[in-house]
C-alpha cells in the first residue's frame, strides 16, 4: 500500500457530521413487527477469529460490527453516524481529531467504554506480537508512528492516539485528512477490554470469555457450523435495537443456501452466478442485485522479465481490451446486473467522476475493427497468430468468462489464448511473484475515495500485480496527496491507464442476493456492505 | 496375539512419524502461503505473522518443534487460519461431530448392506434379489453429492421435516440426512461383497454336508454360511469405518455440520499448515488402527489365520 499524506475527498463535508443524530433500526410508526426477530445470515465457512484487530474478510467483519462498536458507525448509504462516541472535534488542519466517547457507553461486563479502551485497541492492532493482516491500515488511514511501530522501530506507547481523561481520545494524523472518521467503521478501528485480553490470551474471544460493547453479545461460535449473538441489554441504544437474535450460518455452498432460503431457514443468501433472471422473475420481491466496490479485471504482465514479446507492444494489449465484448459478458455470462467497466476505479467512489475513455465511447462493432487492425499491425495473423496464456482460479464463473474471452479472441483476431485453471494459492502466488502472462484478478475498495483503487498503478504499489510504471501516473499520484481536490488527478491516472492499456477491466461487482421480504432495514446503497445487525427489523407477514 | 497387537502398535510409530515428515515437506513445496489473500500483505506485516508462528525459523526447526510439541505436550500447534484456536480445539470440536454421523453410517450401512445381501444370496433370482440389486446398483449410481442436494430438496423444501444443515449439537433431525447421504454407496458397496461371498459359500462342498445332514435352513446360514461369508465384507468394512468416521466433506460441506471433513479441505486451501498436518495425523492414526482392527478381526472370523 502506499502511503500518501494528504487526501480530500470531495463530497464529503466533514463539518457537517460533527454532531450527527443516532442511527437504528428506523421502524416506521405503525408497523406491525415480527414476534420472532431472529435474523439469519448465510456465511462462508470463514469466520477465522472474532478479534477486532484480527479481522480481515467481510464476513466476520459482519459478525465482529455486530458485537461490538467502534467511535463511528455508518448509516445506510455509507454517511459516518455517531457509535462509541456521541461527537468529535477537530483542529482546523484536520490533523487532530478528538472523540467524545459517550456516557452510558458499557461494555456486556457493565465497564464503562473509557477513552483507553480505544488506545489499548488501536495499539494492539498494530503491536508486532498482534500480527494483525490489518497492521498497516493504521498507518494508511495517518495516525502518527502507526508504520513505524509495525516495523519495529517504535514502541506501541509512541501511537498517535492518547486518553485525555476517560471519556475523550485525541488522534494525532500524519496528514491533513478530512475523511478520517470514514474510516472508523473498520474492525481495526475497535476498542479491546484490556483486562479480558490479559487474562485470557488468545482465548479471550472464546464465548465463555469474551466482552465486547456492541448491540450484541457472543453466544456461540461453532467453526463451520454457525455463530450466534443475543441482544446486550446493556447496549446505550438498546431501547431502539429490534433483532434479539443473530445466526451467522456456514452454508459454503450457494445452490444448498439457495434451497435452504426458499424453505425457510435462511432469511439471506447470495444467487448462484446465472441465475438471477430466474430469481428475480419468480421471486420478484426477494431478488436483489445492487452495486458492490469490486472491480474485476484481467492483469497483463508488463515485467521485463515476463517472455510473451507480443504483450509488450501497447496495440497488441489495446486489441485485447478492444474485443472483449463486455456487455456479452454482463448480460449472457453473468446475468446479475454486473456493470461493464472501462476503467479501474469503481464509478460509485464518493467524490469521483469517471473520465469517458475511448474504448467505452465506442460501439463493439467499432472496437471489434480497431483490434483487428492493431493486431496486424502489431505483425500477427492467420500464419503467424498471437499465443497467450490466462491464468485463473477454479470457479465456475471464472472459468465462464475466461472461455468466453478465449473465444471472442480467436473468432475477432485469431489470437490463442491457452486458459489454464488453478488453485487460488497457486494463482495468488504466481500473481503476485509475476509468474504470468495475462491472470484473473479483482480488486474491492478498502474505504470510500478513489485512491483506495487507483494507488494500484503506482510503480511502487506492492499490490502492482501488473508491475506497470509510468512516470507521469507516479507524479499524478504524489500530486494528489497534497491537491486540494485530488480527484481530477485520479480521473488522468485513469486516462493514462487506459492509454497504456495496464490491465483490462472486465465489470464492476454487484451483489447479489435474496432476502427474506420481512426483513426492513438493510442498507442497499452502501456500496462497501457494512450493515449492522441492530438497524435491521422484521416486519409481520 | 497380544503379541502381535503390541508388534504392529510399535510399527505405527515410526509410520506416524514419516507421514509427518512427508505431508510436511508435500505442504512447504506447494505454493502460496496461509497468509495469502487476493490483497498482497505489505512485507512487514508478513514478517511479523511469520515471527508470530514461527515461520520465520529453518524449515528443519519448524519440523522438529513441531514433532516435539506433540511428542512432549501432545500440542498440534495454533491454526493459521482460525487465528483464535488451536488445532487441538479445531479436531476436540470438529471430530466427535463426525464421529456421531460416521458411526451411525457405519452401523446403518453394515446392518443394512449385510441383511440386503445374505437376503438376495438366498433368494437369488427372485423378485427380492432384483429388488435389493437394483437398489444396491441405484444407490452406488448417484454419489453423496447428487444425494445431498436431492435429500434436502425432498425432505427440506418439500416436506418441511427436517432441516437442509446445521449440527444443532447433534439433535437427531439434524444427523438423518448426513448420515443417508453418507451410508448409501457404503451400504450398496456392503450388500453386492455380501451377496456375492454369501453365494459363492453356499455353493461350496461344506454347506452341501449340512444340508445332507438336515440341517434347518435356518441353521446352515447362521451356524455355517454366515461367518465365512462374512470374511469379505469385514476387509472391506475396515478401511469403510474409517472412511465414514474422519468425515466426508461433501457431507460436511452441504450440511454444515461442522465436521473434521471440511476443516481439512479447508485447511489444505487455505495452507494452514498445523491444521492440515494435526488432521493428517489424526487419519492416519485413525487408518493404522482401522487395519489392526481388520486383521484381529480376521483371526476371529477365520480359524486358518494364526497370528
Known amino acids: ?541 | 496375539m497380544l503379541k502381535f497387537i503390541l508388534k504392529r502398535l510399535a510399527v505405527a510409530i515410526p509410520t506416524l512419524l514419516v507421514l509427518i515428515v512427508f505431508s510436511f515437506i508435500l505442504m512447504k513445496v506447494a505454493p502460496g502461503n496461509p497468509f495469502n489473500g487476493e490483497k498482497k500483505l505489505p512485507k512487514l506485516v508478513l514478517e511479523n505473522i511469520y515471527a508470530r508462528y514461527g515461520l520465520d525459523k529453518p524449515e528443519w526447526r519448524q519440523l522438529l518443534e513441531y514433532v516435539w510439541n506433540i511428542v512432549a505436550h501432545f500440542d498440534f500447534g495454533p491454526s493459521f487460519q482460525y487465528r483464535d484456536r488451536t488445532v487441538n480445539e479445531i479436531i476436540a470440536q470438529g471430530f466427535p461431530v463426525t464421529l456421531t454421523y460416521g458411526c451411525w453410517s457405519f452401523v446403518v450401512a453394515s446392518v443394512v448392506g449385510i441383511s440386503m445381501g445374505t437376503l438376495a444370496a438366498i433368494r437369488q433370482n427372485t423378485w427380492l434379489d432384483y429388488f435389493a440389486v437394483g437398489i444396491t446398483i441405484g444407490a452406488q449410481a448417484v454419489p453423496n453429492f447428487v444425494m445431498a442436494p436431492i435429500l434436502t430438496l425432498i425432505f427440506s423444501l418439500g416436506l418441511h421435516w427436517l432441516p437442509g444443515g446445521g449440527w444443532n449439537n447433534g439433535a437427531w433431525p439434524n444427523v438423518v440426512m448426513p448420515v443417508i447421504a453418507l451410508s448409501t454407496s457404503y451400504m450398496a458397496n456392503i450388500a453386492r461383497i455380501m451377496r456375492s461371498s454369501m453365494l459363492e459359500v453356499l455353493n461350496s462342498n461344506f454347506i452341501r454336508t449340512a444340508r445332507a445332514k438336515g440341517l434347518s435352513g435356518g441353521r446352515v446360514l447362521f451356524g455355517h454360511a454366515l461367518k465365512p461369508a462374512l470374511l469379505p465384507v469385514i476387509s472391506y468394512l475396515g478401511p469403510a469405518l474409517v472412511g465414514m468416521i474422519t468425515g466426508s466433506v461433501v457431507v460436511d460441506v452441504f450440511f454444515s455440520t461442522g465436521g473434521i471433513g471440511s476443516a481439512f479441505v479447508n485447511s489444505a486451501l487455505n495452507r494452514d499448515y498445523s491444521t492440515i498436518l494435526g488432521i493428517t495425523i489424526l487419519l492416519g492414526a485413525l487408518t493404522i488402527a482401522g487395519n489392526l482392527l481388520v486383521d484381529v478381526l480376521y483371526a476371529w472370523v477365520d480359524p486358518k489365520i494364526r497370528y
Open chain 1, 1 to 541: 500500500m502506499p502511503h500518501f499524506t494528504k487526501i480530500l475527498a470531495a463530497g464529503l463535508v466533514c463539518s457537517t457530521f460533527l454532531v450527527a443524530p443516532a442511527f437504528s433500526a428506523m421502524v416506521p410508526d405503525g408497523t406491525k413487527l415480527a414476534a420472532d426477530q431472529t435474523f439469519r445470515y448465510r456465511v462462508l465457512d470463514n469466520i477465522n477469529s472474532l478479534d477486532p484487530a484480527i479481522v480481515e474478510d467481510v464476513d466476520t467483519a459482519s459478525v465482529v460490527t455486530s458485537i461490538f462498536e467502534g467511535l463511528y458507525n455508518e448509516d445506510a448509504k455509507g454517511n459516518p453516524v455517531p457509535g462509541a462516541a456521541s461527537s468529535y472535534d477537530v483542529n482546523a488542519d484536520k490533523t487532530v481529531y478528538t472523540f467524545h466517547i459517550r456516557p452510558d457507553a458499557k461494555w456486556t461486563n457493565g465497564d464503562p467504554v473509557t477513552a483507553e479502551d480505544f488506545v489499548y485497541g488501536w495499539q494492539r492492532a498494530v503491536d508486532p506480537k498482534t500480527a494483525s493482516n490489518y497492521a498497516y491500515y493504521l498507518g494508511l488511514v495517518g495516525v502518527v508512528n502507526a508504520d513505524d511501530i509495525v516495523a519495529g522501530k517504535k514502541p506501541v506507547t509512541d501511537l498517535g492516539v492518547k486518553a485525555v481523561d476517560d471519556k475523550t481520545l485525541e488522534v494525532h494524523l500524519s496528514f491533513s485528512s478530512p475523511w478520517f472518521v470514514k474510516t472508523l467503521a473498520h474492525a481495526t478501528m475497535f476498542p479491546s477490554p484490556k483486562a479480558v485480553v490479559e487474562k485470557f490470551g488468545v482465548d479471550w474471544t472464546k464465548p465463555e470469555n469474551i466482552v465486547s460493547n456492541g448491540a450484541y453479545k457472543l453466544v456461540e461460535n461453532t467453526p463451520g457450523e454457525r455463530v450466534v449473538v443475543e441482544r446486550n441489554p446493556l447496549y446505550w441504544d438498546n431501547a431502539h435495537t429490534v433483532i434479539d437474535r443473530g445466526e451467522f450460518l456456514t452454508i459454503n455452498d450457494e445452490n444448498q443456501g439457495l434451497t435452504r432460503f426458499m424453505a425457510g431457514e435462511v432469511d439471506q443468501t447470495d444467487v448462484p452466478a446465472g441465475q438471477f433472471p430466474a430469481m428475480k422473475e419468480q421471486h420478484p420481491d426477494e431478488a436483489y442485485s445492487v452495486p458492490q466496490f469490486c472491480t474485476y479485471y484481467f492483469s497483463i504482465n508488463m515485467a521485463d522479465s515476463q517472455p510473451n514479446d507480443g504483450l509488450k507492444k501497447q496495440e497488441v494489449r489495446e486489441a485485447l481490451s478492444l474485443a472483449v465484448d463486455r456487455d456479452v459478458l454482463v448480460n449472457n455470462v453473468l446475468q446479475g446486473g454486473q456493470q461493464p467497466a472501462y476503467i479501474f476505479t469503481n464509478p460509485h467512489t464518493a467524490g469521483f467522476t469517471a473520465p469517458t475513455v475511448p474504448l467505452e465511447g465506442m460501439s463493439q462493432d467499432e472496437r471489434d475493427a480497431m483490434a483487428k487492425k492493431l493486431i496486424a499491425d502489431a505483425g500477427y495473423g492467420p500464419d503467424h497468430p498471437l499465443k497467450v496464456n490466462y491464468i485463473y482460479n477454479t470457479s465456475e464463473g471464472h472459468k465462464k468468462i475466461a472461455i468466453a474471452v478465449s473465444q471472442m479472441y480467436k473468432e475477432k483476431l485469431g489470437v490463442d489464448m491457452e486458459i489454464q485453471d488453478m488453485e487460488f494459492q497457486t494463482l495468488l502466488d504466481r500473481r503476485h511473484a509475476g509468474d504470468y502472462e495475462m491472470a484473473r484478478n479483482a480488486w474491492c475498495g478498502d474505504y470510500n475515495e478513489a485512491s483506495t483503487f487507483v494507488s494500484l498503478f503506482d510503480s511502487k504499489s506492492e499490490q502492482n500485480d501488473s508491475h506497470y510504471a509510468n512516470a507521469e501516473v507516479d507524479k499524478l499520484l504524489a500530486d494528489a496527496k497534497t491537491a486540494d481536490d485530488p480527484n481530477p488527478d485520479y480521473a488522468k491516472v485513469e486516462e493514462q491507464v487506459a492509454k497504456d492499456v495496464a490491465i483490462i477491466p472486465i465489470y464492476f461487482y454487484s451483489k447479489v442476493f435474496m432476502q427474506n421480504p420481512a426483513v426492513k432495514g438493510w442498507p442497499y446503497d452502501n456500496v462497501e456492505q457494512i450493515w449492522y445487525l441492530k438497524d435491521l427489523y422484521k416486519v409481520a407477514q
